[in-house]
């Protein structure tokens, strides 16, 4: 079966080898025995990009995220996609210059709530991502509510991500914790969860989660997948 190139502009490691590895295991089953899509990936340093994260410098995250989408279109790459969610502030420069088209993590999230009837999603990411506009616009795009964790799980929960989950460090402590927002968030009308940071899915079990969980990692993999074989 022919198919597109799948260009994958990385961020933090865990959550681009997770959409990376779901595309490849979950490819056979559109595809054949051992096939999937060709998929360029690359990715900068995360320490480099998190210079301009935390200094809210969102020009110097898009000229990281458009030199990787110039090398994985240099290889062959036709549509690219960025499994982080935090650096998708700068989509709309990136696909503005970018020699490729690109998928939109947070609208796959978003198109996948709204065909689940779901009303009010509770977001988690980073804190960055939280308080950013990403998911507001793309879930209100699809009349969709939202609501995000207070001041104070934000910090806990952006410093669980940071300094835990980008090295694959996923523990009980910390599951239990997100369970705790997530439960609170329900208590206040959140009829599903986003799992808005692409390391999330591999530390809340959908099967333990209060709510029904959006797993944007491994939607927008299968978005890509979608694509690639048309």
Not at 6 to 30: D, F, K, P
Not at 48 to 58: N, R
Not at 67 to 87: E, W
Not at 173 to 186: D, M, N, Q
Request: negative net charge; glycine residues 4%.
């Amino acid at each position: 079966m022919e198919s597109k190139h799948i260009g994958i502009v990385a961020c933090s490691a865990e959550g681009a080898a997770l959409c990376y590895r779901t595309i490849c295991m979950e490819g056979a089953a559109v595809m054949g025995r051992h096939a999937h899509p060709e998929i360029s990936m690359h990715t900068h340093p995360l320490s480099e990009y998190m210079v301009f994260i935390e200094s809210y410098d969102w020009d110097g995250v898009a000229r990281l995220m458009i030199d990787s989408a110039k090398k994985v279109a240099s290889l062959g790459a036709q549509f690219a996609i960025c499994p982080d969610n935090t650096i998708h502030q700068s989509f709309d420069q990136v696909i503005a210059e970018s020699p490729i088209p690109w998928l939109h993590i947070a609208e796959e999230v978003a198109k996948q709530a709204k065909k689940e009837s779901y009303k009010k999603i509770a977001v988690l990411g980073t804190k960055f991502l939280m308080e950013g506009p990403v998911y507001p616009q793309k879930l209100q795009a699809q009349n969709l509510e939202h609501c995000i964790p207070d001041q104070d799980e934000r910090n806990r929960i952006n410093q669980i991500i940071f300094d835990e989950l980008v090295y694959g460090k996923f523990t009980d402590e910390a599951r239990t914790y997100f369970y705790s927002v997530i439960e609170r968030l329900k208590n206040e009308g959140c009829d599903a969860v986003a799992l808005s940071c692409t390391e999330i899915p591999l530390l809340v079990r959908p099967q333990e989660s209060p709510l029904p969980t959006l797993d944007s990692t491994r939607l927008l993999a299968r978005a890509a997948l979608r694509k690639a074989v048309g």
